[in-house]
């Protein structure tokens, strides 16, 4: 049916008001065999039965972050650190002066993504037990993936918006829903969280797809926002002490270019929960493009260098040099001075288009796990 809605929307896009009574009749002669075809479409009657079709569900709880936008959102708030400045219509982020009109439409698509995310969670936390053709274990870790991705969004939302109308399964229909306090925000987080890391898989069944341990960091760096240091140490440390993960070896800055954040890999005993990209149309990292400046040669798609540094700000001079991570930061005239900064973190020369890098996007790392114990 998506294919004769597609067919009528090009029909309709060649009427005008003049011939509007001949171009209907065209219309429906044309399109008559296609409007006989049986419905092809997805609607929870006759969907959520089978194991793969609530896995399609899940997947689709990912969607609204990939693109760009969970990128967006994380340049964003990278404008506003300490050691940060953001150029051109960024640049009212790392000044703190509001947003202007492009800032705006970047932040309103930021919120109807997270919620655009958080209702694809709900769907099959509501209906993936309803399945006629689906294992309990299988309903169980969808839900439990569903609900650390519901989990996952709220924390966006309630460390940016404070309270939040809270849209669960029992109420994602509602049209004027009030906004819940901070606590009661965080109280569905922590709530879905530990039931995700009771039901989540030990080692998921693909790469990208949370486990267990990867809730037990998300739950970890929850505790610590809420200044709640002891169960922040603890759950830090059962991932750990788990001895799943490790730090990559590194000795040069080509070794975390490559070897750490690399385009080519498809994991490391680093990667937790990531994002996950790869050198296709579409489905690529666009963090390389925000980043990157056309001279430094990293990304073969040039890019907009929205975030740089300093290297007069103390941050750089102080530190140290042996540290092979400060060599990710180079000096880079963009136009703002010798003493500019650009991240070389990412590089990608053989991407397939602005949004075609093949880095994933880290976003909880065994390194972020040592950080919060």
């Known amino acids: 049916m998506e294919k004769s809605f597609s067919f009528l929307r090009t029909c309709f896009k060649i009427v005008n008001w003049s011939t509007l009574g001949a171009a209907f009749i065209m219309l429906f002669t044309s399109c008559e065999k296609l409007l006989v075809e049986e419905p092809k479409f997805m609607v929870v009657e006759n969907f959520f039965n089978t194991a793969s079709e609530v896995e399609s569900a899940v997947n689709a709880i990912f969607v609204p ?9 994380q340049t964003s708030l990278e404008c506003q650190a300490d050691f940060t400045y953001g150029r051109g219509s960024w640049a009212p982020l790392s000044e ?10 970047r932040v309103a698509g930021l919120w109807n993504a997270f919620y655009l995310s ?41 460390r940016n918006w404070a309270g939040v109308p809270l849209r669960t399964e029992a109420n994602m229909t509602e049209k004027d829903l009030k906004k819940s306090t901070v606590d009661e ?16 898989l030990d080692k998921p069944s693909q790469v990208g797809r949370p486990s267990k341990w990867a809730a ?3 739950l970890a760096d929850v505790y610590l926002q809420l200044a709640k240091y002891a169960e922040a140490r603890d759950k830090a440390d059962e991932v750990i002490k788990s001895n799943k993960f490790s730090l ?18 498809v994991s490391t005993t680093e990667e937790i929960f990531y994002f996950k990209y790869s050198r296709q149309l579409g489905q690529g990292n666009y963090m390389l493009w925000i980043t990157n400046h056309p001279s430094t040669n990293l ?7 929205v975030v740089y540094g300093q290297n ?30 650009i991240s070389s973190k990412f590089a990608d020369q053989k991407a397939v288009e602005q949004l075609g890098a093949g880095n994933d996007d880290p976003v909880y790392a065994y390194a972020d796990v040592l950080l919060i114990y």
């Open 96 to 105: 703190y002066k509001g947003l202007n009109d492009a800032n705006i439409n």
């Open 185 to 200: 925000v965080y109280n569905l987080i922590v709530s879905d969280l530990k039931e995700a890391e009771n039901a989540l």
């Open 118 to 158: 958080i209702r694809n969670a709900n769907l099959v936390i509501q209906n993936a037990p309803k399945g006629k053709s689906i294992s309990k274990a299988d309903i169980s870790k969808y839900i439990a993936e569903a609900k650390f991705m519901r989990a996952f969004n709220y924390f966006q939302l309630v």
């Open 216 to 218: 037990k960091a998300l």
């Open 248 to 265: 990559v070896p590194v000795a040069t800055k080509a070794d975390f270019q490559t070897k750490v954040f690399g385009p080519e890999l």
């Open 299 to 305: 990304f073969n798609f040039g890019g907009a260098y």
């Open 312 to 341: 007069t700000e103390s941050f750089y001079r102080t530190w140290e040099d042996n540290d092979i991570r400060k060599a990710l930061w180079e000096k880079v005239n963009i136009g703002l001075g010798p003493n500019t900064l």
């Open 65 to 73: 972050l990939r693109g760009g936008n969970f990128t967006t959102y």
